[in-house]
Every structure is written in C-alpha cells, then in structure tokens.
C-alpha cells in the first residue's frame, strides 16, 4: 500500500509540474513576472534564486525572498506543483509585466498551456507505449498491424453473454484463456472447435486476469440456440504489439485524441446524469486503480498515466470558475466587452467555484472512502492492524 502511495505521488507529481510547466514557459516567454515555480504545496521547505548570476538560497515559508526574481522552491505538501504569476488574481496594475497588463493573446495562450501540455505528455506517453509494446486486440483490417512486430499472442474472452454458463461461473471480458482442461491452444479456432467438440460437458478454464490466474469450473449447453454457443463467450486475439517510432507517434496521438472524444461524452453525461456523484472517482479511487495498474507492469503504468493527463487536461479547460477554463471564460467576456472585468466580482467568483470544487473533492473522497469499508478499514491498509 505504501509503494502504491508513492507511485501515485509521483505520476500526480509529475502530472502537475508537466500542467504548471506550460503555464510558466508561456508566461515567461510573454514578458510576465512569474514570482514562484514551486513543486508541491505551501508551507515552503526551500527554494533557489538566480540574482545576478549567483544563486541564493531561501530557507522556510517566512524568510523573505527577492521579489524581482522567480524563486524555484520545493515544499511539504508534495502533492503537484504551482506557479505564481503576478497579476492572475488582478493585483500589480502598476507592473507592466502583470499578467493583467498583458495583451489578450499572451493571457489566453499562459492560461491555455498547463491544459496543452498535459495533452501533449498523454500523446508522448501512448507513442513510447507502442514503440516499446503494448498488449492489444490484434485486428487483421488495421493498416498499423501490418508493420507491428507482435508477440506473446494469445486468446481471450471479448464478450460474455448474460445468463449464460461462463457468466455464471464468472468468466469476465478481458480474461486471457491459458487452458481448457489441460490443453493449450494457440488461437481462436482451436478453442472454439474444442467447446463446440466437447458441448454440454463440463469445462476447466484456466485464465489470467489481470495479475492473478483463476482456474474456473464453466457448464455448457448441449443444445445452444442459434448464434449462442455452449458457453456463451465472445473471443478475440490479443498481444504485444510493437511499431517503429515514425507508426508510433502517429498512433499516439491518435489514441490521445479518441480518449479525448470518449472522455469528454463521459463528462457529459455525468453533468446529466442523475447518478452524476456515483460515478465520480477522487484520489483514494484513483490511488486504488494506480496500485492496481502498477502491479500489471510499467507499460500499463505509463498507458495510465497518460490517460490520467487526458483527464487532468478536460477537468482543467471545463468553464467552472477558479480553473484554467473558468479563467479563460472571463478573459474572453472581457474580449467581447472590450474593456476590463470587475475585478472584484471575478475574485469573489473564482473564490466561490474553488470553494465548491474542495466541497465536491470531500464528498467525493467520503464516497470512495466508505467504498473501501470506512475510515478505518483505510487506515488499517496503510498501517496495519
């Protein structure tokens, strides 16, 4: 559990600093005051300062810092990452590199770069995935599979028919066939002459889920009804697929960019789902599924992650006040208005949609907390006991 604590620290590190990142490149290359780049979160442990070509060190939250130059700190919540630009919550009007005092392109592109190089980093992510390897459907129609080098090909279950056998017996979509009855098979149609040889028999399925090997007893119909089969499951073939790096970049972007589509319907219809709440999951779910995607290996691990930059990119750019989305709402009302905000109804808006959005992480993270069985349960995982 610990080990999972810490993967998931560092890929929400990571994640972070990659968002913050953009925000302080752009910023930067703007001609903005950019006061700190800080990884994790106040009270400050240390931070550094290049004045005049030497660097300086600052030591705890409260000693002071040069104020014309940036200070790349590192603090005790070491939960992600910050920039503090001057000027993103209206303040230094008289500073002409305030970031209110900056052209309309050169605020949108700062508030628009943490989202975009999350999207970038998940497009990275997926292309070293399918340069190195990844174990996926083997579809003979895709153009990709003629110039992949695959390995370790095997059959798995696609589909599981309800009500039938293999439901019952508690076979799941995605489980990798390893033997039936002791025999191995070295694809789809051995396996399904072998089921349909030997139907309304019993059958013993050893299969690989996940991590773990499951050896299931599975009934079969000796008299199917048409297009059913005797056990009722779906197969396809799976394996490690490798491409060269000119096929895998383009396919990484092309899977970041469908995850994109997915996603955003996802979001959709949690905003009009009446379930909305049930379906959200906060950082204990989400630290659950990092150990449990860890333990499948670095591959799925980086897969993950880049899935979760996706997610942190679509969160970002959503219109809900004191996120990056909220942010550029107001600029492009201020746009179409031509003249600037009220800066004090924009501060007591953001305010309020950062208030709420830590009231939905709570009650997002007592649901996930009372799906792991309670507080206790949790703290007894972590420490023992």
Do not use: C
């Not at 070509?53 to 810092?65: A, L, S």
């Not at 630009?85 to 008289?94: C, P, Q, S």
């Not at 996926?136 to 599981?160: F, G, K, L, V, W």
Request: neutral net charge; glycine residues 10%.
């Amino acid at each position: 559990m610990f080990l999972t604590i810490i993967i998931f620290i560092i890929i929400l590190g990571v994640l972070v600093l990659v968002h913050e990142g953009g925000h302080f490149f752009v910023a930067k290359r703007s001609g903005m005051k950019v006061e700190e780049f800080g990884f994790g979160f106040p009270p400050r442990i240390a931070g550094i300062q290049k004045i005049d070509g030497k660097i300086k060190w600052v030591w705890g939250h409260r000693e002071p810092m040069d104020k014309e130059h940036t200070v790349y700190s590192i603090n005790w919540i070491p939960f992600g990452g910050f920039v503090k630009i001057l000027g993103e919550n209206n303040e230094g009007e008289e500073d002409p590199r305030s970031f209110i005092n900056k052209p309309f392109w050169s605020r949108f592109f700062t508030l628009i770069a943490g989202v975009s190089m999350n999207w970038i980093l998940a497009a990275v992510l997926f292309s070293i995935v399918f340069a190195v390897g990844v174990t996926s459907e083997i579809d003979p129609s895709d153009p990709a599979m003629a110039r992949a080098h695959i390995t370790n090909q095997q059959t798995a279950i696609s589909y599981i028919a309800d009500g039938m056998p293999a439901q019952k017996a508690g076979l799941q979509e995605g489980d990798i066939i390893l033997s039936i009855d002791g025999h191995d098979f070295t694809n789809i149609q051995q396996v399904q002459d072998y089921i349909n040889a030997n139907k309304g028999k019993d059958f013993q399925f050893i299969v690989k889920r996940l991590s773990e090997t499951k050896t299931l007893d599975v009934q079969s119909q000796s008299s199917p009804r048409q297009g059913e089969g005797p056990t009722g499951i779906g197969l396809t073939e799976v394996g490690t697929v490798r491409v060269p790096w000119y096929t895998a970049i383009g396919l990484g972007v092309e899977r970041a960019a469908n995850l994109t589509v997915v996603i955003v319907q996802g979001v959709y219809h949690l905003f009009t789902s009446k379930a909305a709440l049930s379906e959200v999951g906060g950082p204990v779910k989400i630290a659950q599924l990092t150990g449990e995607v860890a333990s499948l290996g670095f591959i799925p691990l980086l897969n993950f992650t880049g899935l979760l930059s996706i997610n942190l990119a679509i969160l970002n750019i959503l219109p809900i006040p004191a996120l990056d989305g909220g942010r550029i709402l107001f600029l492009l009302i201020e746009k179409i208005r031509r003249k600037r905000n009220n800066q004090a109804v924009e501060q007591w808006v953001n305010a309020a949609g950062f208030l709420a959005l830590i009231f939905l992480m709570i009650l997002v993270t007592i649901k996930d907390i009372n799906g792991f069985g309670g507080v206790t349960h949790v703290f007894r995982r972590l420490f023992g006991g």
